[in-house]
């Protein structure tokens, strides 16, 4: 990960403080990972005590976990309650179940974890985030722009968090709290697991993109550097597809 990271100057994020949920593992963790390799304080929230204790392994002096229900807004107030300083909200919390997300508790359930959730975690941190000026980063996904037909629920809640990144972050861009979203592609994750692990699956995928290759966690960490830095102060509402050009193959 360190040349995703050093393509930012050293301590580029020095004394910020930032809360990335759904951080224990996969996309998040590598995010977390490299927020704090740039210098910030950051807390990575998992949703079960499981969960937090195979990401411990990796904490360091900045990087701590802590648990979060994220459907649970009672908890998540008293999450956000307990900070005294926020510059950064990363809402990466997010599940697909292929096969069940017809059946609506489960569409319910996933729409709750992958969509509502972000306004419920956003609206939590906005009073800390409006003191510092900070912003929030959403975690979309290519499948805002394609259709998968085996996550109904998937494909709309991430379709819905680009729409809902556009509404915030013109709600609180008056307070310059700047609002935007990143679209994973195909990575490397345990989710797409059962893709990357056949060979012809894995080769499809890889020819379909313009770069040939499958993404990785940490490809994923410059665009979040660079959305909640400086250098990006006068982008917000934007959803920025991070998928080595899949979805425009």
């Not at 593992?25 to 304080?41: D, K, N, P, T, Y």
């Not at 085996?150 to 013109?170: C, D, E, M, W």
């Not at 861009?173 to 893709?195: E, F, K, Q, S, W």
């Amino acid at each position: 990960m360190m040349k995703e990271v050093e393509a930012f100057k050293a301590g580029l994020l020095e004394g910020c403080s930032v809360v990335v949920s759904g951080g224990t593992s996969g996309i998040g963790l590598s995010m977390a990972q490299g927020f704090a390799q740039a210098g910030a304080r950051v807390i990575a929230t998992g949703s079960s005590e499981s969960r937090l204790a195979a990401a411990r392994v990796h904490e360091t002096p900045l990087l701590g976990f802590g648990l979060l229900d994220v459907r649970d807004g009672a908890a998540v107030s008293r999450f956000f309650a307990g900070i005294d300083s926020l510059d950064i909200l990363v809402n990466c919390q997010g599940v697909a179940r292929p096969g069940s997300e017809w059946e609506e508790d489960t569409f319910l359930d996933v729409m709750d974890i992958n969509l509502s959730s972000a306004m419920r975690l956003s609206r939590a941190a906005f009073p800390l985030l409006r003191q510092t000026r900070g912003s929030i980063i959403n975690i979309a996904s290519m499948l805002s722009y394609l259709a998968d037909e085996t996550v109904p629920a998937y494909t709309a809640s991430k379709t819905g968090i680009v729409g809902l990144t556009r509404a915030l972050a013109h709600k609180y861009g008056r307070d310059g709290v700047r609002v935007n979203a990143i679209a994973p592609g195909y990575h490397r994750t345990d989710m797409t697991r059962a893709l990357w692990s056949v060979p012809a699956d894995e080769a499809r995928i890889s020819e379909r993109s313009a770069l040939k290759r499958w993404g990785t966690t940490e490809d994923l960490v410059g665009p979040a550097l660079f959305l909640s830095s400086p250098a990006a102060g006068f982008v917000t509402g934007v959803t920025l597809p991070v998928d080595g050009g899949y979805h425009v193959g």
